[in-house]
């Protein structure tokens, strides 16, 4: 089992730059496949990105390539999302989440979640 911590959020204006962290209170995270997802006001929570156990294969929604990389420290117990480029669109609660097994962009594989940090961009 694994206990998720975000950080990194904030309000940041249109063009801006945000670099968000995931480190696991509880367990190591070098055993779990990591992901961010993001769920804005009223709307569903979306996949963002997934990186494997040794960050040799990562994913993206289409929202995301070229403007977001997903990085994971596994001696810092750590998983990364860093955010350039930023439209107001991407405002929304980003959340990270653990999985055993391969990568995925489906929100029902991940098993444990933390508890989110909230992302905001101004025009």
């Known amino acids: 089992q694994v206990q998720l911590v975000e950080s990194g959020g904030g309000l940041v204006q249109t063009g801006g730059s945000l670099r968000l962290s995931c480190t696991a209170a509880?367990?190591?995270?070098?055993?779990?496949?990591m992901g961010w997802f993001r769920q804005a006001p009223g709307k569903d929570r979306d996949f963002v990105a997934t990186i494997d156990y040794s960050g040799g294969h990562t994913d993206y929604a289409d929202s995301a390539k070229g403007r977001f990389t997903i990085s994971r420290d596994n001696d810092k117990n750590t998983m990364y999302l860093q955010m350039k480029s930023l439209k107001p669109e991407d405002t929304a609660v980003y959340y990270c989440a653990a999985k055993r097994g391969y990568t995925s962009d489906v929100t029902g594989d991940y098993a444990y979640w933390g508890q989110g940090t909230q992302v905001a961009v101004s025009s």
């Open positions: 509880s367990g190591a995270i070098r055993t779990y496949v």
